[in-house]
């Protein structure tokens, strides 16, 4: 177990070590001039030089990296060229709004899909299979961001029900942030609520046909009674896994619902330095969010190996 | 659903969604990018099928020339990373050893950058635009078909005719070429076809947020985007290009489960 932990733990810290290098080529190495495109076309070639002296743009690449490394595992990403504050606190601040975001999202789509995909496999090919089958199919083919604007238009628009947008943050009380991340939260969750329920049919499914129920029933548990305490306990470890696996695209997803509500969050930062070509914010907030999905992924790995003893002694 | 119900329903809205693609470079009912201000914000079958748009333009149209775009983006994303992912795939599994574990962390690192966030990145070296988009999810896709084809290629490779080919002199590339990737075909097919589903979802998430196409070539994220503004007013702008993409990935997806429950039989049990 002790082994096992180790070795994904140094691979956890060659991962992000990797990760921030490819961010830093993509972001330096490839041609264009931040200076210049920070300035603009008509800058004069002196105050180009004293830009780039000023972003460190004149040091060698290597010397660079370093530089942003290491400030970044001490927490100093630098400062925003077009917010004038530290990136630390600028990431930190719309943390406050992604982070409860995603929770929320994560636990509605659980809410969603483990109580229906249990029941889809318990009695399968019934009613309950059905909505099952048809929920995920659709939840699985529509856009995240297309689900928020449907539903500004008939809760906000129509109805006049629930905010449209915008985030007045956690001072106004939590009842009242809570309510206003709820349609965006709703709109993130149903596309992964759709791939969490196929999942758990399947693994619920998958765990049906051991012998070890067969057994179980044999001794006097009845169907619920088994499933409770046999089947659902066994086919979490696949579901966990793809919990995980979902981050990524939860993240991605988070980028465009925070677009659509106008949530002052992590993606919509990314992307207003990136439309303001604040390339060292877009720079900071990339390498934090891959980092966040490489340690989410790593956690949901260790859990799984708590989930499955099977997998203590190998790899 | 039953397994000919999802070839054929799927089948047939995949077929739909290609033959619009084709036709529409050659054929829409108005011309998709044609201003008409006097037309503009008109409802549904008041001007044209499904309306008109904040600048007049016939909203079936634009679908229509949105369809090519999309497909084609999608196509040549899955395309090039199906291509890239497979070859690395093969690759880690018949060599093994250090060039299998280094291959697969590898894909690790590119697996922790969700598909937006990579285009945003490469749109910031790079700039916005077809190529960038095609970068971008091509290169989420890279270590989905790589992982893949390892453990699809891993299982293959005990098998006794591939022993039986490496004792007759084969090396390692024409075992992987001529034995594995043969019988690997279906499955690559199969996540091809899910995969371009995903392709259309993030092209249409990338052109949502204006790191796709660039403007006035249709393309229905970013139609989505426009309609924001006039949501109230115009409703059917939101819902159109809506419909549209989901009803595309619905059809892709179901395609992709029953080709997969043909290629493998042991699905075909209803799971």
Same mark, same amino acid.
């Given at each position: ?315 | ?194 995969? !371009?589903?995903? #392709? ?6 990338? %052109?949502? $947020? *204006? +790191?796709? /196409?660039?403007?006035? =070539?249709? @393309? ?16 059917? !702008?939101?819902? #159109? ?6 009803? %595309?990935? $619905? *059809? +892709?997806? /179901?395609?992709?489960? =029953?080709? @997969? ?11």
């Amino acid at each position: 177990m002790v082994a096992a932990m180790v070795k994904r733990l140094a691979s956890l810290a060659a991962t992000l070590a990797a990760v921030s290098m490819v961010i830093f080529l993509v972001m330096n190495v490839l041609p264009g001039d931040p200076a210049a495109v920070a300035l603009g076309t008509s800058a004069q070639e002196d105050t180009l030089a004293a830009l780039r002296h000023e972003m460190g743009l004149d040091q060698p690449l290597p010397v660079r990296y370093v530089h942003w490394v290491g400030g970044a595992i001490t927490g100093d990403f630098g400062t925003s060229a077009t917010y004038g504050v530290p990136v630390r606190g600028l990431i930190a601040d719309r943390l406050a709004v992604t982070l409860p975001l995603a929770g929320m999202a994560i636990l509605l789509s659980m809410l969603l899909a483990l109580p229906l995909g249990i029941l889809a496999a318990s009695r399968q090919n019934g009613a309950a299979d059905w909505i099952a089958t048809i929920f995920s199919q659709l939840g699985v083919a529509t856009p995240n961001f297309w689900i928020g604007l449907l539903l500004i238009l008939v809760f906000s628009t129509a109805l006049g029900w629930m905010p449209s947008g915008g985030f007045s943050g956690w001072n106004d009380g939590m009842i009242n942030g809570i309510k206003q991340l709820f349609l965006p939260a709703v709109a993130l969750a149903l596309p992964q609520a759709g791939v969490l329920t196929r999942v758990t049919r399947a693994a619920v499914l998958d765990v049906l046909s051991e012998d070890f129920v067969r057994t179980a029933r044999a001794k006097g548990l009845n169907r619920r009674q088994a499933l409770f305490r046999h089947v659902v306990p066994n086919a979490l470890a696949p579901v966990v896994t793809i919990l995980g696996l979902q981050f990524s695209f939860l993240v991605a997803g988070a980028v465009l619902v925070e677009n659509v509500f106008t949530l002052p969050g992590l993606g919509r930062l990314a992307y207003q330095a990136f439309t303001q070509r604040d390339f060292l914010v877009v720079q900071n907030v990339v390498l934090f969010i891959a980092a966040l999905v490489v340690v989410v992924n790593f956690l949901v790995d260790l859990l799984y190996l708590f989930l499955d003893p099977r997998l203590r002694s190998s790899r | 659903m039953p397994r000919h119900g999802k070839l054929l329903l799927g089948g047939a809205i995949t077929a739909l969604f290609l033959l619009t693609a084709l036709i529409a470079p050659f054929w829409t009912p108005a011309a998709p990018t044609r201003i008409a201000i006097a037309e503009r914000l008109k409802p549904p079958l008041v001007a044209g099928l499904l309306g008109t748009d904040q600048l007049g333009r016939d909203v079936l149209s634009q679908l229509m020339a949105g369809a090519t775009n999309s497909l084609s983006i999608a196509i040549a994303s899955v395309l090039l990373g199906a291509a890239v992912g497979t070859a690395i795939g093969l690759l880690a599994a018949t060599r093994r050893g250090v060039v299998d574990e280094l291959l697969m962390r590898a894909m690790d690192v590119v697996f922790a950058f969700p598909p937006i966030v990579s285009a945003m990145m490469l749109a910031a070296a790079l700039g916005t635009g077809r190529m960038t988009a095609i970068a971008a999810i091509a290169t989420f896709m890279v270590p989905v078909f790589s992982r893949l084809t390892r453990s699809a290629a891993r299982r293959i490779l005990t098998h006794d005719y591939v022993l039986a080919a490496r004792a007759a002199g084969k090396g390692s590339r024409r075992i992987a070429l001529e034995h594995v990737l043969p019988n690997i075909a279906g499955d690559i097919v199969v996540q091809a076809t899910i995969q !371009l589903g995903l #392709a259309i979802l993030t092209e249409a998430g990338l %052109s949502f $947020l *204006g +790191l796709g /196409l660039a403007p006035p =070539a249709p @393309s229905w994220g970013r139609m989505l985007a426009d309609s924001v503004t006039y949501i109230g007013a115009a409703p059917w !702008l939101a819902i #159109a290009p809506g419909v549209t993409i989901a009803f %595309s990935v $619905l *059809g +892709l997806n /179901l395609l992709g489960d =029953a080709l @997969s429950d043909l290629v493998d039989p042991r699905r075909r049990q209803g799971r």
